[in-house]
Every structure is written in C-alpha cells, then in structure tokens.
C-alpha cells in the first residue's frame, strides 16, 4: 500500500468511478488533481472548496508527468490506454480502473484500525466483494474479535483503561470496551464482571482477579492501585474490568485519581449500569409517568445512615436503587418507615440480574424490616411505586447464555 500523504495525484476521469477514486484519494491524504472534461457534483463541490484542483478539458500527453500515482477512470479505452502507456514510460504507478491487467498499481480499500492499525483489502479485480470485505474486516476491528493486541511495547506506552463490562451479560459490552478488552496486556478483574468477557484470554495475558467479596476483601483499594499504576510502568496496556459502571460506585474516580497523580495515563470506557439496567431487565423501570420523575442510587454498604442521607432532599415518591450490602435490607427499610414511606411501599430484590441467573422477589417495606426476605448477592433493591409495573411488564430482558458472573 503506497503512503500518498501530501504525495500528487493526476486522475483522469471524474464520472461515477473517477468519483469513488477520488474519494478514497481524499481519505489517504493525496494532493489531488483531476484532468476531466465534465465533472461530477461532487468533483465540482471538493474543486470549489480548493479540496482538489482541476483542469476541465480532455487529457493530453503529459498530463501525468510528475505524479507519484496515475488514476485513468474515463471509460474510454483509447484514452485509458494512452495514460496507463505514458504512466509505463515515465515510471509512474498507475491504476487503469476498466482493465485491471494493465494497473501496475492495485486499488485497495483501506481501514484504519485502532493503535495504528492499518489494513487494505483488496478485491480481486471485483469492486463489490472488496466493499463487503472491508466492511466485514472494520465490524471484526471494532468489536474485537480480531488480535489486534501490540506485541511490542515499549517502557513509555503503558497505560489503564478504566473498564465498565455491565451487569453481568457480555453481550452488553459497548463496542469500545470489547475492543478494548483485545488489545489488553493485563486485566485487573471484578467478580461482578462478566465472567465470559476475561475467563478466555490470551495466555500471554496477564489476569489478575481483585474480586471483592461480601465481608472479604482480599485485595485493599490502595492495593489495586499500585497494581495499575505498577503494570502500566512497565509499558502495558492495562484494563481494569469493572461490572456496572467504573464512576457508579465503583471507585473508579480514585484509581483515575492514583493514575493520574503517578502519571500514568488514563482513559474511562463507561458501561451500563446496574442501578437501572437490572430493574429494567426485571420489567420495572426508574421512572414511569404519571408515577415518579426522580430516582436516587445509594449504597446499602453503609447501612441506614448513609442511605437516610442519600434521600433526605427527595420527595416520597422518588424510586430509591440500593446497590450492594444488600444484606442490611432489614434496617435500611426500618430507618425509610421511620423516615415517613410506608410500609406498604413495593419492593423489588433483583439477584443476578441481566445474567441467566436472574431472579427476582417482590415484597414490601414492611416485609424487608422483618428480616423474612432472603436476599443473595449479587443484588439490586428497588424501592417505590413503580415496583408495581412488574405486574404487568413482566422480565424484559433475555441474557445471552455467556451472562453470569465469575
């Protein structure tokens, strides 16, 4: 593939086909002139704009001369043959694009890959399966499924990705965070994370898990940032893999933080969170006309306080979201009945949620206070009138059969 940047480039032709030449010339940085007698709209639209420069006549002998590339794309084959010869004679690459023999230049379609990435495909003399080529190959780029992971790197280069994989379904992975993920040269993991999107990694990947457990926490926060800023010193791409999303208390902030303050650098790729992907997946959603416009997410992890805290300026009917700690659901339901809801106010306990362990239980305030609700982590509490349009809504969500956690 010649690198033609700033490089001049003399097309003949600026029909349909000249056209489609010229664009991809466009796209590859070429110092374009165009030798033409009548021009296409948009030939004339990029020669207005000084994108190209063109000479609006028939082609002469010569017209080549000095160009790095030839494109001859008239259509006519005496004409076509006059510059694929002059091109020949002044060792100039040229493309004859109606007789493809002749080219001594091969038309690629050209995809720019993430990292520098750089691939061109050729159809063999056929326009259209190269289309469906380059289009299938750019899909595989960015959602990963190609070994797009650099395999030199050097003491300068390393860096975090702060990763949000979802809820638990790998399918749920945002296009950049599959991508992401291929090119890793560590994976920091979560046991929250979808167990599918790290458990097949290269072998030559570094995994390390720093899965907090309820009441367990084998690995500190401090330790797992050192970890980062430790490998990315090292010149490795490192991607920590959180579930839900990183900034969704996930801490995430204070590993950016520690990155940042180390030098490292640092890039967050969000994911959907669990606070409202999990009650939708479960047929209740946060919001819902004409019941509440407002929803609160909080932490059970530090009980009753700390969740009375998170409500104290929401009216009544905001939808309260509890994420993690759900085992303090006794006390926390306690403090809201004592704070004025009532204990007949609908509750929801979503485990395992968007995974193909999902399960969900449907109580009461009043219910969740009398200890009778056993809730199993992972879990999602939904508190508030909308909990009632399950009902109706029923599970809204099918988990793809990779979705579970590790």
């Given at each position: 593939?010649?690198?033609?940047?700033?490089?001049?480039?003399?097309?003949?032709?600026?029909?349909?086909?000249?056209?489609?030449?010229?664009?991809?010339?466009?796209?590859?940085?070429?110092?374009?002139?165009?030798?033409?007698p009548?021009?296409?709209?948009?030939?004339?639209?990029?020669?207005?704009?000084?994108?190209?420069?063109v000479?609006?006549?028939?082609?002469?002998?010569?017209?080549v001369?000095?160009?790095?590339?030839?494109?001859?794309?008239?259509?006519?084959?005496?004409v076509?043959?006059?510059?694929?010869?002059?091109?020949?004679?002044?060792?100039?690459w040229?493309?004859?694009s109606?007789?493809?023999?002749q080219?001594?230049?091969?038309?690629?379609l050209?995809?720019?890959?993430?990292?520098?990435?750089q691939?061109?495909?050729?159809?063999?003399g056929?326009?259209?399966?190269?289309?469906?080529?380059?289009?299938?190959?750019?899909?595989?780029?960015?959602?990963?499924?190609?070994?797009?992971?650099?395999?030199?790197?050097?003491?300068?280069?390393?860096?975090?990705?702060?990763?949000?994989?979802g809820?638990?379904?790998p399918?749920?992975?945002?296009?950049?965070?599959?991508?992401?993920?291929a090119?890793?040269?560590?994976?920091v993991?979560?046991?929250?994370?979808?167990?599918?999107?790290?458990?097949?990694?290269?072998a030559?990947?570094?995994?390390?898990?720093?899965g907090?457990?309820?009441?367990?926490?084998?690995?500190?926060?401090?330790?797992?940032?050192?970890?980062?800023?430790?490998?990315?010193?090292k010149?490795?791409?490192?991607?920590?893999?959180?579930?839900?999303?990183?900034f969704?208390?996930?801490?995430?902030?204070?590993?950016?933080q520690?990155?940042?303050?180390?030098g490292?650098?640092?890039?967050?790729?969000?994911?959907?969170?669990s606070?409202?992907?999990v009650?939708?997946?479960?047929?209740?959603?946060?919001?819902?006309?004409?019941?509440?416009?407002?929803f609160?997410?909080?932490?059970?992890?530090?009980?009753?306080?700390?969740?009375l805290?998170a409500?104290s300026?929401?009216?009544?009917?905001?939808?309260?979201?509890?994420?993690?700690?759900?085992?303090?659901?006794?006390?926390?339901?306690a403090a809201?009945?004592?704070?004025?809801?009532?204990?007949?106010?609908?509750?929801?306990?979503?485990?395992s949620?968007?995974?193909v362990?999902?399960?969900t239980?449907?109580?009461?305030?009043?219910?969740?206070?009398?200890?009778?609700?056993?809730?199993?982590?992972?879990?999602?509490?939904?508190?508030?009138?909308?909990?009632?349009?399950?009902?109706?809504?029923?599970?809204?969500a099918?988990a793809s059969?990779?979705a579970r956690?590790?």
């Amino acid at each position: 593939m010649i690198e033609l940047a700033g490089k001049r480039v003399v097309v003949v032709g600026a029909g349909a086909v000249g056209t489609r030449r010229i664009r991809q010339l466009l796209d590859a940085d070429a110092a374009v002139h165009v030798v033409a007698p009548d021009c296409s709209a948009d030939v004339a639209k990029w020669a207005d704009a000084g994108v190209i420069t063109v000479d609006e006549r028939a082609y002469r002998e010569g017209d080549v001369a000095g160009a790095w590339l030839a494109v001859t794309a008239t259509g006519v084959s005496d004409v076509d043959q006059a510059v694929t010869e002059s091109a020949e004679r002044d060792r100039i690459w040229c493309i004859n694009s109606a007789l493809h023999s002749q080219s001594t230049a091969t038309p690629m379609l050209p995809i720019e890959g993430p990292d520098g990435v750089q691939i061109a495909v050729h159809g063999g003399g056929d326009p259209g399966r190269a289309i469906a080529l380059r289009n299938a190959i750019e899909l595989a780029l960015k959602v990963g499924d190609l070994p797009i992971r650099a395999t030199r790197t050097t003491s300068s280069s390393g860096r975090v990705t702060l990763l949000g994989a979802g809820p638990g379904d790998p399918s749920l992975l945002t296009v950049r965070a599959a991508q992401a993920l291929a090119m890793a040269d560590v994976l920091v993991v979560d046991r929250l994370a979808p167990a599918a999107s790290w458990e097949h990694a290269p072998a030559d990947v570094l995994t390390i898990d720093v899965g907090k457990q309820p009441g367990k926490h084998a690995v500190s926060q401090t330790e797992i940032n050192d970890i980062l800023v430790a490998e990315a010193n090292k010149g490795q791409h490192v991607v920590r893999l959180k579930g839900g999303d990183p900034f969704v208390l996930g801490r995430g902030g204070e590993e950016a933080q520690a990155c940042i303050e180390a030098g490292v650098p640092v890039e967050v790729i969000p994911g959907i969170t669990s606070a409202i992907a999990v009650p939708g997946a479960a047929g209740i959603p946060v919001t819902h006309r004409g019941v509440t416009s407002t929803f609160i997410v909080a932490s059970a992890h530090e009980g009753p306080e700390g969740v009375l805290a998170a409500v104290s300026d929401a009216p009544h009917t905001s939808t309260l979201i509890l994420l993690m700690g759900a085992g303090k659901l006794p006390s926390i339901s306690a403090a809201l009945i004592a704070s004025g809801r009532s204990p007949e106010t609908p509750v929801a306990i979503i485990e395992s949620g968007l995974t193909v362990n999902q399960h969900t239980t449907i109580t009461s305030l009043g219910e969740a206070e009398a200890g009778t609700v056993r809730v199993k982590p992972p879990a999602v509490v939904v508190i508030g009138e909308v909990v009632r349009l399950r009902a109706e809504l029923g599970d809204l969500a099918i988990a793809s059969p990779e979705a579970r956690h590790a």
